[in-house]
Each structure stands twice: as structure tokens, then as C-alpha cells.
């Protein structure tokens, strides 16, 4: 009667955002092949994935496994990092109106 835990479902995926707290969003892209053409196609399914350190950051390679809920949409949590993706330097809407206001001083003087 005592039964172990069974084996949990494991992916790989691109996280796609990390904007909320202590979750990200993690697209999993898998290939398939059509049941009447025999075409490969490629699926790409978003799980939404605990991540407690807030540690992963958009574009990075993670490694998700499939848990018990935690929350309405969470079913998978992140067991590891395996590859940090391309860091983006995109300013912030308050270093873009410093800037804009830098710029507008710079004409007046």
C-alpha cells in the first residue's frame, strides 16, 4: 500500500518572461510527426514554473520538472539553469526620459 513517488515529467525550455515574483514563464519546444503526412512539426507548449531564487532571466536555457499545484497555474518548478541566455540592455522608462531630458538641455545650451 505504500507507494512511492512516481516518475515526474521532465523538459527543457527558453524562458520566455520572469516579470512576476518567484515565477517565469518557460516555452518548451518539442517535435513531432504529423499522424497523416508524416511531416515533422514543431509544437511549442508555455508552462508556467516556480522559480523560488528568482534566478532565471529571459532567454535563459532551464531544465523544468512537474510538481504537485502550486498555484491556479503552476504545475512545474525550475530544477536548474543549464545555459544563461544574451543579456539585453533595454533602458527603463525612467532612463529613457533622463535621457530625453538630457538631450533637450543639450540643444537649449
Known sequence: MSEGKGTRKRARGIVQSDKMDKSVTVAVTTLGKHPLYGKYMRRVRKHMAH???????EGDLVEIESTRPLSARKRWRIVRILRRGQQTDVPGPQELTAQAQAGE?????
Open 51 to 57: 522559480d523560488p531564487q528568482n534566478s532565471a532571466r
Open 105 to 109: 538641455q543639450d540643444t537649449t545650451a
